[in-house]
């Protein structure tokens, strides 16, 4: 115990800090700390509420029965016996000595009322009838099971940090991040010299996906400056408000960042550059994504004046393609606006100047108009092979290209395709379209799933330290 104090300069900073943990529903966190023994001197002579039983069958499990406040001194219940019913659940015993080193029992001195010991243990309960019992506070006890269908019972296994029970999934940051930030605002400078090591290893977990997490800077940011970490720190200095995209292939990049990527090189330097000038002046990508659409539409136009029609020879039934001669390219947006056949999407009905050049592709038709096919289209398209506004049959050019498209968008896990700025906002604000990802966090104390992983021959370990198994899942292992 002195050792333990120096740590904390003193006694009573021991007690504070304990306590915390104690009354947040916390005391799993320390099962490997060398702090755990100290909890039953920090509830000895306190009234039981449930956090504190909760704390006590914490002490059971991990203890057994043998839990003397003082070397030769009496058990705990001889001074606490409001505690009697919280330590029977929880499995501990009676016929074992009332001090250290007697040899009158427990049993002799304290009488377990009928009430009592009509009850089943804990350990011996289904999840459903514990939970009946306890009600969502049965998260702060070490139960072997959980019902964690029954309402509210995981939000608070999440509010308790029991990531050695149940696994994380990307809809816990809701709770976890204003929980996170929570516990270090309310915990006491002497409590923090403990928490801060637990929380590290906790969200170095996190932070190996950090690209595939639901959070948004502003919610990350407040997260680093308690918990700071060196890789994340880095990528969010490179992408700010966009840090989720360094998980993502260039092409991703170059695509939110309304580079034509169908048409010219993506180079890094180049991207970076306008990354730069994205987070600086976010209204520079809709300035760029303008002057391309309005740059191909009056390329496009000279070859609108010139498209001229054969007639048909009469009778043959036959007619043949446009023929392209040039002419001049129209200098107004007005002009260019007459030779355009659409003007908006035909599933979204958004304005085709709001998509990323990529998701593009426009042909003259054989009256000399413009044809803009978005992205959104292209599944319809290519299975029916016409004109969503006119009916008529796409150019066999025309239609490669969709398809072509459509496949590298795949690979490279494009966005669902909707207006650019659209999809920036969801980017930045943390939304995903992709399944949930189920993640274990094995750096938590007493994690069942590090030692399931240890037995188990079903993970295989990558560069980066992060397990997976099945899709989506992921298995984080403390190398320390």
């Not at 139960?143 to 939000?155: A, E, F």
């Not at 700071?228 to 170059?254: M, N, Q, W």
């Not at 966005?415 to 966090?441: F, M, Q």
């Not at 992983?453 to 397990?467: L, R």
Request: glycine fraction near 4%; charge should be neutral.
């Amino acid at each position: 115990m002195e050792e333990i104090q120096s740590h904390l300069q003193s006694g009573e900073q021991l007690r504070n800090a304990l306590t915390f943990f104690i009354e947040e529903g916390l005391v799993g966190l320390l099962i490997e700390s060398e702090y755990f023994p100290c909890i039953l001197s920090t509830l000895d002579k306190r009234a039981p509420t449930v956090e504190r039983r909760a704390a006590l069958a914490w002490q059971v499990r991990e203890r057994g029965s043998s839990l003397y406040l003082r070397k030769d001194g009496p058990h705990f219940l001889l001074e606490n016996r409001d505690y009697l019913e919280a330590y029977i659940l929880s499995g501990g015993k009676m016929n074992i000595a009332a001090y250290s080193g007697s040899q009158n029992q427990l049993s002799n001195v304290i009488i377990v009322p009928p009430r009592i010991k009509g009850k089943r243990r804990y350990s011996n309960c289904c999840s459903e009838s514990i939970y009946t019992q306890l009600g969502i506070h049965s998260a702060y006890y070490p139960l072997k099971d959980y019902p964690v269908s029954s309402p509210g019972m995981r939000n608070y296994l999440v509010h308790s940090l029991r990531y050695d029970v149940i696994l994380f999934v990307k809809e816990d940051l809701k709770i976890l991040v204003p929980r996170t930030l929570e516990l270090w605002k309310c915990a006491p400078p002497e409590a923090r010299t403990i928490l801060q090591p637990i929380l590290s290893k906790m969200w170095k977990s996190i932070y190996r996906m950090v690209c595939e997490l639901p959070i948004s800077l502003a919610e990350l940011a407040p997260i680093l400056e308690v918990l700071p970490d060196d890789r994340v720190t880095h990528i969010v200095s490179k992408y700010g408000a966009l840090f989720r995209c360094s998980g993502k292939t260039e092409s991703y990049l170059a695509y939110l960042l309304a580079i034509p990527i169908h048409i010219c090189a993506h180079d890094n330097e180049k991207m970076l550059q306008l990354l730069q000038q994205q987070l600086q002046r976010p209204e520079s990508l809709v300035e760029r994504m303008r002057n391309y659409h309005l740059s191909e539409l009056r390329w496009m136009s000279q070859y609108c004046k010139g498209v001229r029609r054969e007639i048909c020879t009469e009778g043959s039934g036959t007619t043949s393609g446009p023929n392209f001669t040039h002419g001049d390219m129209c200098s107004s947006e007005e002009e260019l606006e007459q030779l355009l056949a659409n003007t908006t999407d035909s599933v979204n009905l958004e304005p085709i100047t709001s998509y990323s050049p990529y998701d593009v592709v426009r042909y003259i038709n054989s009256s000399g108009k413009i044809v803009q096919l978005v992205r959104c289209e292209y599944e319809y398209l290519v299975n029916n092979n016409k004109n969503p506004w006119t009916g008529e049959m796409l150019p066999s050019l025309v239609l490669q290209q969709l398809i072509s498209r459509n496949n590298h968008a795949r690979r490279n896990q494009f966005p669902r395709c909707k207006p650019l700025l659209e999809i920036i906002t969801d980017v930045t604000n943390g939304a995903s379209e992709r399944e949930s990802l189920t993640v274990a966090v094995l750096n938590v104390p007493g994690s069942i799933f590090l030692k399931a992983w240890k037995m188990s021959n079903a993970v295989k370990e990558s560069e980066d330290g992060v397990f997976k198994r099945n899709e989506g899942e992921y298995f984080e292992h403390n190398h320390e």
